[in-house]
């Protein structure tokens, strides 16, 4: 058995067991760093609303909750040790103090902008939170941007999950794909973004 299909195994027993809260948990675990798929948990969701058995207002608020609730815990988790940790050690990960300093000016600058389209992003949104704290990211426009940017992409899998009903499960053949491309797009942005502060 795939990791992938093991994933959503789980996803479909803690939704079918606990049905809202469980999206929440899901969600929470998904912005928390843990390797939770929210294109299964959101879709699953969706399918539940095609069956009557959850609302679709209601699914997306659980999702969008979970995701502000495990995107809070990492970024404190960043803002206060990440950036001291980095700041003593980053050498050993090639990483100065001087692109930490760039990096807080950047977030300070376009904060607003990577959180909000971060969370749009497979992959992307589930580590954004992270350097956001790092670079101590002003707490009331994350929550903002972060709560902003998780509706969207919480209705769009939602409705996917009615479009497909029955059919719902093809998102599980797919998730993974769709992932790998989001992380190639997260490291071209990475590298784009190193190369174009360095010589400043």
């Known amino acids: 058995m795939s990791i992938t299909v093991y994933l ?9 067991k606990l049905g809202l809260p469980g999206v929440f948990f899901l969600m929470t675990l998904e912005s928390a760093l843990i390797p939770i798929p929210s294109e299964v ?15 679709f207002l209601e699914a997306v608020l659980a999702g969008t909750l979970g995701n502000y609730v495990g995107s809070v815990i990492v970024y404190f988790l960043g803002r206060g040790y990440g950036f001291s940790f980095l700041y ?8 100065s103090r001087e692109h930490l300093e760039k990096t807080e000016i950047f977030f300070q600058e376009k904060g607003k902008l990577a959180v909000f389209v971060g969370r749009m992003l497979p992959a ?8 956001a704290g790092i670079a101590r990211m002003s707490f009331g426009e994350f929550s903002i941007y972060t709560v902003l ?5 919480n209705m769009a899998l939602t409705y996917l999950g ?6 719902w499960c093809l998102v599980v053949k797919y998730s993974s794909l769709v992932d790998l491309v989001a992380v190639v797009l997260l490291i071209a942005i990475l590298v784009y973004f190193y190369f174009s502060t360095k010589g400043k």
Do not use: K, Q
Request: aromatic residues 18%.
């Open 162 to 167: 009615i479009v497909l009903g029955e059919n």
């Open 124 to 131: 992307v949104r589930t580590f954004i939170s992270l350097p």
């Open 149 to 153: 940017g998780s509706i969207p992409w």
């Open 88 to 95: 003593r050690y980053g050498r050993y990960f090639f990483i």
């Open 41 to 55: 948990v959101m879709v699953f969701a969706g399918f539940l609303v095609w069956r009557r058995e959850m609302g």
């Open 8 to 16: 959503a195994e789980l996803v479909i027993s803690i939704i079918s």
